[in-house]
């Protein structure tokens, strides 16, 4: 219910107003059935626009650290994500990654859309970084298709660690459906996995026209380790 409040009457129609969204390609999301809405990922603001232009509710994870900050902001943006259905995950990996994929596996069984960032994290400058293979296993698990889509100027809008938005039109770019059935039985190949990440990953360049770099993007970010003393 709270996600339906939030989108339709109070904060949906604000954030149309202010960032009047220009989408192309919206018709290639199935109107029903199961669907991963797979994005690149340049902003914070991207699990709030997706959702926002998108007729179906759509379920995102995030990052586990977005449900236990402390003080008024932590609480605000705890409730925010869970009002709208998101789901935390621990990126360190393990049996809890494995738990959130599992959770939108039953969105997706369920009928639903699940959305996915197969970067994993914010791209570091808004290049494309190679995928993580968790987007195929729920394609190929659930028997979903993909639809790839392409944030083209979020990182202008909100660039990482900007807590406050510039104003201007946010542009969004649906691909078509892309169908991995041919797949069928093969979940947990890790060869075709890794095939179906990098198809999906190709479409993504294809569609925001953003330079692709084939490492992972996490990488950039940890820390340089201080050489050891002679």
Do not use: C
């Not at 969204?21 to 994005?39: D, F, M």
């Not at 007729?55 to 990052?63: I, M």
């Amino acid at each position: 219910m709270l996600y339906w409040l939030l989108k339709y009457v109070i904060l949906g129609p604000l954030l149309k107003l202010i960032f009047r969204p220009q989408v192309e390609g919206l018709r290639n999301v199935p109107a029903t059935g199961p669907v991963i809405l797979a994005s690149n990922h340049l902003s914070f603001s991207d699990s709030i626009f997706t959702p926002l232009i998108t007729a179906r509710k759509v379920t995102f994870v995030a990052k586990a650290e977005y449900f236990t900050g402390k003080g008024i902001k932590g609480w605000l943006t705890k409730m925010f994500f869970v009002g709208t259905g998101t789901i935390p995950v621990d990126r360190s990996g393990g049996r809890a990654a494995r738990a959130a994929l599992d959770t939108q596996l039953q969105v997706l069984r369920a009928g639903g859309v699940a959305g996915i960032y197969p970067e994993g994290t914010r791209s570091p400058d808004g290049r494309l970084y190679r995928g993580k293979t968790g987007v195929a296993r729920l394609a190929l698990e659930s028997g979903a298709v993909v639809v790839p889509v392409a944030m083209l100027n979020a990182d202008e809008i909100q660039p990482p660690g900007k807590l406050i938005p510039r104003i201007d039109r946010v542009k969004i770019r649906f691909g078509a459906p892309l169908d991995f059935s041919r797949y069928a039985g093969l979940a947990g190949d890790r060869f075709v996995e890794r095939a179906v990440t990098d198809e999906i990953m190709y479409e993504l360049m294809e569609l925001s026209g953003r330079e692709y770099v084939d490492i992972y993007a996490q990488k950039l970010k940890e820390p340089v380790a201080a050489p050891l003393a002679a």
